[in-house]
């Protein structure tokens, strides 16, 4: 491998470095502001744009839908003689993992049965916990927030870069999408500050899936083993998940990011059918189809809700913060999926990285969402054992829940193991472009950021993840779930605007050079 080349983007590199320094300064010495600083962000987000975070998640979709069904599904990256680099299944598994990261394995359950028993928004409506309008709130919801429109924040993004980049010649990065606006700014003071911004954002959404993760792992150690879980242990299982995907990200692509996903992949599909084959499947299979109806049916009323009457909390704390953690992904993410798009077809590109993920969503969210509330109705105490103290513990659920099923405590421990590799699958192809992104590593192959640098950046986001669940974990009404929120929350909001610049430009770049015309929009 030669890296001669590559050499570290000092623009984009010092100032968000010094950034992530602050941050993490500020973490230590001050965590109640650390804190208070991201609700206000929030807070600010979600008052004065809320509406923008919903309509815009319906606009990508219809773009990905576009370009996925028009003439312009059969251009293929790269050329008509581009040869894809990975098998179908292979790119499958990386396309499904790369963006799941712990996300199904922790709300897969925990998520379904808070929205049929306490979802903070019923008596507005007028629903009552354990009925069957809860239910079909509870199932629409979940399958609102984990398919069709976070996927198309990632597709959106993947196909301007992958076209950028494969057709059009441009620098592999996500500042390539906006070519028609910026021109070559975007290798001077443009590109890097819109670089810079999304590398802010993800090292932000990577922390607070870290976040996340580190709970649920702790919480199932604590389970099992007894061992209580605190800071300690959250430390630990940081610093063990950090170690792992640093050195799986050293190997590459072909290595450690294939290998991961293959097994993350299959382990996934496994515990779908366990579930469904030992849980209750006819209740699943009833609920599902009817919650999918339900899903379609009431699609643009409750991805566009967020009562300005009744001022309920409840769209910032779920759709809201949804979208904005989707859209912290979405840049880096889709430049990830960008690099296995070369020989494909936007088709193609479309099916795998949208219709397929989503649809695979709904498959898991109507099995394990299914099987927890079936669990919940029949009077197994689910929603109290995720209780400890008086306070709701989420990050217990999904082994309070298996507990009720065959071999629960080998099971316990696969769920512990898929957690840890799903993290580090996600973090390990999040480390890798957060590092190309700030140096000129390229796309082609065999280049790759120094390993000091992948080093540097996973260091850093563990560090932020640690900070920002120790200065939700102070006690009073702040928990370390609504802390990873907040900084999901706050590392989406700028790039919500990048993004619908991002869908205009991309759309203008791809339609006029298919075309053979004019792309750029500036002079030179």
Not at 63 to 80: A, M, P, Q, T, V
Not at 148 to 175: D, H, Q, R
Not at 185 to 192: D, R, V, Y
Not at 280 to 294: C, D, E, W
Request: glycine share 10%; charged share 10%.
């Amino acid at each position: 491998m030669n890296n001669n080349d590559v050499q570290i983007r000092k623009g984009i590199f010092i100032p968000i470095s010094l950034t992530f320094l602050g941050i993490i300064v500020i973490g230590l010495v001050a965590p109640k502001l650390f804190y208070d600083v991201l609700n206000a962000i929030v807070e600010f987000a979600f008052q004065n744009f809320g509406w923008l975070f919903q309509i815009s998640g319906n606009l990508f979709l219809f773009i990905c839908l576009f370009f996925c069904f028009s003439k312009y599904g059969d251009i293929r990256f790269g050329g008509k003689d581009a040869k894809p680099e990975l098998s179908t299944w292979n790119w499958f598994a990386i396309s499904l993992c790369a963006g799941i990261a712990t996300g199904i394995v922790f709300w897969g359950i925990a998520e379904p049965l808070y929205h049929l028993m306490d979802s903070g928004v019923f008596e507005v409506l007028g629903i009552k916990p354990k009925t069957e309008q809860a239910a079909m709130f509870s199932m629409v919801t979940t399958y609102i927030h984990w398919t069709f429109i976070p996927y198309a924040m990632y597709g959106i993004c993947g196909l301007g870069i992958a076209y950028a980049a494969y057709n059009m010649n441009l620098p592999y990065k996500v500042s390539s999408t906006l070519y028609p606006i910026a021109g070559k700014s975007i290798n001077g003071f443009t590109g890097a500050f819109v670089d810079g911004i999304c590398l802010l954002a993800i090292a932000g959404g990577v922390a607070a899936v870290l976040g996340v993760g580190t709970m649920q792992i702790s919480s199932g150690i604590q389970i099992l083993t007894g061992v209580p879980a605190g800071k300690t242990m959250w430390v630990a299982v940081v610093c063990a998940m950090v170690a792992v995907y640093v050195v799986s990200s050293y190997t590459g692509l072909n290595r450690g990011i294939r290998w991961l996903s293959d097994k993350n992949a299959k382990v996934f599909l496994a515990l779908l059918v366990f579930v469904f084959a030992f849980g209750p499947t006819r209740f699943i299979l009833s609920l599902g189809t009817q919650a999918t109806g339900h899903f379609i049916n009431e699609f643009f009323i409750r991805t566009h809700y967020l009562s300005p009457v009744d001022a309920s909390p409840w769209p910032r704390w779920w759709p809201i913060y949804y979208w904005a953690i989707w859209l912290a992904y979405a840049p880096l993410i889709g430049m990830f999926l960008a690099r296995l798009a070369k020989g494909r077809t936007i088709r193609q590109f479309m099916l795998m990285n949208l219709m397929v993920p989503a649809i695979f969503g709904l498959l898991w969210f109507s099995v394990f969402g299914g099987a927890a509330i079936h669990l919940e109705l029949t009077g197994q105490g689910l929603w109290e054992a995720i209780h400890e103290g008086g306070k709701l513990m989420l990050e217990k659920s999904v082994f309070e829940f298996l507990k009720h099923y065959p071999l629960s405590n080998i099971l316990s421990w696969i769920f512990v193991g898929t957690v840890f590799i799903s993290i580090v699958t996600m973090a390990d192809s999040m480390t890798s472009t957060v590092a190309s992104l700030s140096t000129t590593a390229a796309h082609q192959e065999g280049k790759e950021p120094p390993a000091m640098l992948k080093i540097f950046w996973g260091g850093v986001m563990s560090s932020v993840a640690i900070i920002n669940l120790i200065s939700g974990s102070g006690g009073g009404e702040i928990s370390g779930i609504d802390a990873t929120k907040q900084i999901s929350t706050a590392a989406g909001f700028p790039i919500l605007f990048l993004m619908v610049l991002m869908a205009f430009t991309i759309c203008w770049m791809i339609i006029r050079h298919s075309r053979g015309e004019k792309v750029l929009l500036v002079k030179e």
